[in-house]
């Protein structure tokens, strides 16, 4: 059982940044892919960015491309996602989910889950 907890959100000005984390409990978190998920108001949540276990392989979604980075420290058991330039579109709840197969286009890949953090992004 892998447990996931992320923090880092909070209210942020559009063309701000936030970096969220994701603690995970497992030892061997290197044995994980790691993602994050953005779940938006009223609609399907969608993976934005998801690394694999060494950290030299990464996704992601066109939506966020070039302004979100994913980056892992497998010493620390913690994942990253450096969000850059933030829209208001980017509002919503991010989950940190772990995988042990790379297909970042199928949510039901990811086992584990944490319970997510709020990003607001205003205009």
């Known amino acids: 059982q892998v447990q996931l907890v992320e923090s880092g959100g909070g209210l942020v000005q559009a063309g701000g940044s936030l970096r969220l984390s994701c603690a995970a409990s497992e030892r061997t978190i290197s044995n994980y892919n790691m993602g994050w998920f953005h779940q938006a108001p009223g609609k399907e949540r969608e993976a934005v960015a998801v690394?694999?276990?060494?950290?030299?392989?990464?996704y992601y979604a066109d939506s966020v491309k070039g302004r979100f980075t994913v980056s892992r420290d497998n010493d620390k058991n913690t994942v990253y996602l450096q969000m850059n330039n933030l829209k208001t579109e980017d509002t919503g709840v991010y989950l940190c989910?772990?995988?042990?197969?790379?297909?970042?286009?199928?949510?039901?890949?990811?086992?584990?889950w944490g319970q997510g953090t709020q990003v607001t992004v205003s205009s």
């Open positions: 690394i694999n276990r060494v950290g030299d392989f990464t």
């Open positions: 989910a772990a995988s042990q197969v790379f297909l970042p286009e199928l949510d039901q890949a990811f086992g584990f």
